[in-house]
């Protein structure tokens, strides 16, 4: 029964009866609306024995997830209980453990003994747990227990043009069972609601003392209400997040539009006096600090209600949020409140003080004190009393078979790009810590694809036609690693020396796009789900298929979406129309199955695995485009398969 499943989710795309589950009709349990929850459930950070499910309650409260391998939730088990707080807006999520693999389960929330109604379509909700090697493991034909599996990935979950395309509603009708999990690669959500203030949010909770993070975090309850307006404003949305489980990278628009300069120590501002988030639009010194200091509060919302589905792999810590006395002229942050000790340093990234100070700004932590006291750089330049952040190491990973996947964090250590030499080797997209982790680990991978997760486009700029002299936003703009050229070459030298296939899964720029940098080395970019398009001219001259001169590299552009002419809308405020969403299947294409004599599944590996890329309308469903790249596509020399290799796979034994 686990490994029909496998076979079902990587080929089949019409409705059919979850095999090994009877078809008899079920006893509905007990379920009822119930006002305790206000959003949820969702799921997250699926393996093959667990997964995560999270919901927010009205008002802090206990609760817990039941589970069962029936549709009628008979025989259930608990989670252990959750408890919600304030201090991440009532927020919450349960692990579930000891699941057995390749298996469906049902579920439901359970608040006061009673099981919440969030039903789709009239059913249950339900998830997938991943396959396990040991039910694959043939000792002649696939030794190491390879199976297929299938994900989506995609980027752009605008709401502002409605009505929205049916992006998410097509998605869960076809691909509900047949995927394993998604990767929502940056732009969960756009600035919507972030006017709300701490005191606005405390009111409308009753909340009488506000809590520590929403007195010393600004704009976190702005940021809180921004995924709440989400989450109700496409019901498809939610409910492909309650029967699907989530992966998920940080973008811009999780924090600020085009946010950048978080991870440039010195980049600071006397921001005493000045507005708070108006006009961030504008391209000044201003506004771009004030966008690179506000990644913490965002980040501390991304996580309590989205950033959760990640694994932790060891290398994150809570966000810092405090207020602390500074003098001029020193380099000593002292906070009588906090305990500074407590901090890894391979933890943490860097200190920012908050907007509105007049050392507003991004300082490097050089070591700790004490308790109360921090060493920064560079020295501080006025005498007051500031709130400021600690951020954290965001970036992660996991393994599905015999693929790694890398989930990199692109925005919140990244710092300024130099504009006048892209090759700069003093800028960085990723900070030193994230760049030797990743380039460590792709080194020793022992996998036979890599699945590196960006949420910037790697092959191509995104611009926003700065390159023939009409961008909509600053001359300098670039999200992507085009604007990080030394950088991004130190990458592509580590990639091609693997000789294996190497995907940057990328996204951020509003269409999708297949990308060949080197044999075996590709960007594949995807998107949007819901968001408007940009222009074809917003792509640094980037052509809609053909070879591309990409900073120092010639890259072979295979095919790209649709996007607007500039005499067609599409920018400015112009009519958009409908656009042209884009949702992208991936698919691990490791075995194929040929049952014994008994009709026991017995799956073969495939000498030199596939993965199959899917780019479908969102309108549709249409396939648009699909490319595939094979473990051979990366080999420096081509070698031929042994005749014993096919001999065993044909049952041949003369």
Do not use: C
């Not at 696939?142 to 049916?166: D, M, V, W, Y």
Request: proline share 6%; charged share 20%.
């Amino acid at each position: 029964m686990k490994r029909r499943i496998g076979a079902l989710a990587l080929f089949a795309f019409t409705l059919a009866p979850q095999a090994g589950v009877a078809q008899t009709t079920a006893v509905a349990p007990a379920v009822e609306k119930l006002d305790g929850f206000t959003h949820g459930p969702q799921l997250g950070n699926v393996s093959t024995t667990s997964i995560r499910v999270w919901a927010r309650t009205r008002a802090p409260a206990t609760f817990r997830v039941v589970y069962s391998t029936s549709p009628d939730l008979a025989n259930p088990q608990r989670s252990a209980p959750v408890t919600t707080n304030w201090d991440h807006d009532a927020t919450g999520w349960a692990q579930l453990t000891g699941l057995k693999p390749g298996t469906k389960y049902y579920y439901a929330l359970e608040l006061n003994g009673k099981l919440a109604d969030t039903r789709v379509d009239g059913k249950i909700n339900s998830f997938l747990t991943l396959p396990a090697a040991a039910d694959y493991v043939d000792a002649k034909v696939n030794p190491k227990g390879l199976f297929n599996f299938a994900f989506e990935i995609g980027t752009g979950n605008n709401q502002s043009n409605r009505p929205l395309p049916p992006t998410y509603t097509r998605m869960l009708a076809e691909l509900k069972d047949r995927i394993h999990f998604q990767i929502q690669n940056g732009d969960w959500l756009y600035e919507k609601g972030r006017e709300q203030t701490e005191q606005e949010w405390a009111a409308a909770n009753g909340i009488t003392k506000l809590p520590k993070i929403a007195n010393n975090a600004k704009g976190i309850a702005g940021v809180w209400n921004n995924y709440k307006i989400y989450l109700e404003g496409s019901q498809a949305l939610a409910d492909f997040y309650r029967e699907v489980p989530l992966f998920v990278t940080l973008d811009d628009h999780e924090i600020l539009n085009d946010v950048t300069g978080s991870g440039e120590t010195g980049f600071r501002i006397d921001a005493r006096g000045k507005p708070w988030q108006q006009d961030l639009n504008r391209d000044d010194l201003q506004h771009d600090v004030e966008r690179a200091v506000f990644r913490d509060p965002a980040v501390a919302a991304w996580r309590d209600y989205v950033g959760w589905s990640n694994p932790d792999i060891g290398n994150q810590q809570p966000s810092v949020f405090g207020t602390a006395k500074i003098q001029a002229g020193t380099n000593v942050l002292t906070d009588p409140q906090a305990d500074f000790t407590k901090l890894d340093p391979k933890k943490y990234s860097n200190l920012h003080v908050l907007w509105g100070f007049g050392n507003t700004g991004v300082y490097r932590i050089a070591r700790v004190i004490d308790r109360h006291r921090v060493e920064i750089e560079p020295s501080f330049n006025v005498t007051e009393d500031v709130r400021y952040s600690i951020g954290s190491n965001l970036f992660s990973k996991f393994r599905v078979s015999n693929s790694d996947f890398f989930l990199l964090d692109t925005r919140s250590n990244r710092t300024l790009h130099d504009k006048a030499n892209l090759a700069n080797p003093k800028t960085s997209m990723l900070g030193a810590t994230q760049k030797a982790w990743l380039i460590d680990e792709l080194r020793k991978s022992d996998a036979d694809f890599i699945f590196i997760v960006s949420s910037v486009n790697l092959a191509v700029p995104h611009d926003n036609g700065a390159w023939y002299g009409a961008g909509s936003g600053g001359a300098s703009k670039d999200d992507g690693w085009t604007a990080q050229l030394h950088e991004r070459e130190e990458l592509l030298k580590v990639a091609e020396a693997l000789g294996k296939p190497v995907f940057f899964l990328t996204g951020d720029l509003h269409k999708s796009f297949v990308a060949r940098i080197a044999p075996g080395v590709y960007d594949v970019a995807s998107g949007p789900h819901t968001s408007s398009n940009h222009r074809i001219g917003d792509a640094g001259g980037s052509p809609p298929a053909g070879w591309y001169k990409s900073g120092d590299r010639l890259v072979n552009v295979l095919w790209a979406s649709n996007q607007y002419r500039n005499d067609s809308g599409g920018n400015g405020g112009q009519a958009r129309g409908k656009g042209w969403p884009i949702y992208t299947i991936i698919r691990v294409n490791n075995a194929f199955n040929i049952p014994e004599q008994g009709g026991k599944d017995r799956w073969q590996a495939y000498p030199e695995p596939q993965v199959i890329f899917e780019f479908r309308d969102g309108y549709s469903g249409d396939l648009v485009f699909a490319h595939s790249v094979s473990t051979s596509d990366a080999r420096a020399t081509p070698r031929p398969v042994p005749a014993e290799t096919v001999k065993a796979l044909g049952g041949i034994t003369q």
